[in-house]
């Protein structure tokens, strides 16, 4: 079946980067973009950005311009999504996701960002 | 920035009772990029509709999306004691996206 396996979850200081894997199966990789969105406690769902594996190309939501890189390796079906100059703001869960009529989504990493 | 703006922001009702969740764009968004998800507690978010009106794999027909434009709606035509959730609308064309913040249907 269809599934986007997330790692583990993550404790960074303030200022540190940080990088989450999501391994696809079921299905060629290469084939459907890849999305990433956050969600803080009790908050709304946020939309980080998205990134073709076919391509590498990727396109990002203007508030983490600068900040978001978004890459993937074809020959183990993984995308990597990774977040710099971390704050405290960026605390939450982050999700990679297929945005299309699969509606699979991996099971989320939780990022604690703390001194 | 296509910005979503959902009604009502809580929807408190009684199993059995026919809910009406509201999407509204601020420009125009192609219905093939519209999409509903269901969210619950400690759950990554689950798709219930996409393209503005096809149902996904699984979802119950209770549930169905309409609306075109800058207007949309999701209906779910009688509440089932599992539907009580957070509600997101999502578009998702041009190489961008964005969701709107969310109706939480309760029960009343």
């Known amino acids: 079946q269809v599934q986007l396996v997330q790692s583990g979850a993550e404790v960074k200081k303030p200022g540190a980067s940080v990088k989450v894997s999501c391994k696809a199966s079921?299905?060629?990789?290469?084939?459907?973009?890849i999305n990433w969105v956050r969600q803080a406690t009790g908050q709304g769902l946020e939309w980080m950005g998205w990134m073709n594996p076919n391509s590498g190309n990727t396109g990002y939501a203007q508030k983490f311009q600068g900040r978001v890189t978004m890459t993937r390796n074809t020959s183990i079906s993984t995308a990597y999504m990774e977040l710099s100059s971390l704050r405290s703001e960026d605390t939450a869960v982050y999700y990679c996701a297929r945005v299309d009529s699969s509606g699979c989504w991996g099971q989320g990493t939780l990022v604690t960002v703390s001194s | 920035e296509i910005v979503l703006t959902q009604s009502p922001g809580t929807l408190s009702l009684s199993p059995g009772e026919r809910a009406t969740l509201s999407c509204r764009a601020s420009?125009?968004?192609?219905?093939?990029?519209l999409a509903w998800y269901q969210q619950k507690p400690g759950q990554a978010p689950r798709l219930l509709i996409y393209?503005?009106?096809s149902r996904a794999t699984g979802i119950p027909d209770r549930f169905s999306g309409s609306g075109s434009g800058t207007d949309f709606t999701l209906t779910i035509s009688r509440l089932e004691p599992e539907d009580f959730a957070v509600y997101y609308c999502q578009q998702y064309g041009s190489s961008s996206s964005t969701f709107g913040p969310g109706t939480k249907v309760d029960i009343k």
């Open positions: 420009q125009s968004v192609s219905s093939s990029y």
């Open positions: 393209g503005a009106s």
């Open positions: 079921g299905y060629t990789f290469t084939s459907y973009d």
